[in-house]
C-alpha cells in the first residue's frame, strides 16, 4: 500500500481517544483549512451544541433514530457508546468515522461507513456540517481529505456518496469534486421515515490517480 507523507497524519487526538487502533494514535488528518480526527467522549458537549442546535436542518437528511435508543444529543453514555462503535470499526476495519473541526471547533462529521474488502474493496461516504458555517467549502475540503486517506493509506478501489435527488447542496459537493453520477437507485436509504430514492456518485481508485493532483491543488494546497 502506498503511504503519502504529505497526508498530514500527525497531530495526536486527546487521551481518551487512545485505543490501540494505528488511526486514534497516530493522528489526524488534515486539509487547507479542516482537521479530521476520531471523535472521543471528551466532544460530547461540542457535538451536542451544534447537533441540538441544527437540529431541524440536519435531521430531515438522516435517518431516523431507532424506537427506544438512547438519544446521543442528550445521553452522555449513549454518545459515548457511539464513540466506542466508530473505535471498534476502525480496529476491525470496517469503517473510519471523524469530526470535522476548523478554527479549532467541532463543526461536523465525516465517515467511511461499511467498508467491504475482498473484489470490492469499498466504502460509503456519509457527511454532514454545521449549518452556521455551510457555504463556505469545508465540507467538499473535507471529502478529498477523506479520499486521499482512503485510497492512498487504507487501498480502497472504490468510493460512493448517495444523496437524495432533491438535496440541492449536497449533490453540490459530488459535482465540484466531478465524482462520477451513476444514475439513481429507487427506495434505496430509509431516511427520515421513508425509502428514498438516491443518486449514486462514485470515484475509483483510477480516477483518483489522474485526479488528486488537481483535487489537492484546488482543496487542500494552502
Ligand atoms: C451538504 C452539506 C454537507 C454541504 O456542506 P458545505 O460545507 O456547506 O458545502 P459547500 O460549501 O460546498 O456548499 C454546497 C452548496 O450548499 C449551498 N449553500 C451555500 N451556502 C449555504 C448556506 N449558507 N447554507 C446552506 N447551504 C448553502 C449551495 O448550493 C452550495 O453550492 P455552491 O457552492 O455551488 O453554491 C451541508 O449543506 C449539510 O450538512 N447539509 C445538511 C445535512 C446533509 O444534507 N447531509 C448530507 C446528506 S447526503
Redesign the pocket.
Known sequence: MRRDRTSGRAAPVPADGATGDPTARSGALFGRRVMLRPLVLSDFEAWREVRLR?HD??T???PSRQPGSPDPTTDRDAFGVRCAARQRERALGTGHGFGVFHDGRLC?EINLNSIQRGPFQNAYV??????A??????????VVVLSRFAFEELGLHRLQ????PR????R??P??LGLRDEGVALRYLEINGVWED?VRYAITSEEWLERRDDLARAWLSP
Do not use: T
Open positions: 441544527c436542518w440536519l430531515v437528511w438522516e461536523g456519509g457527511y454532514w456540517i454545521d449549518q458555517v455551510a457555504g463556505r467549502g469545508l465540507m467538499p475540503e473535507a456518496v448517495s444523496i437524495i438535496n440541492q447542496a449536497s453540490r459537493i459535482e465540484k438516491h
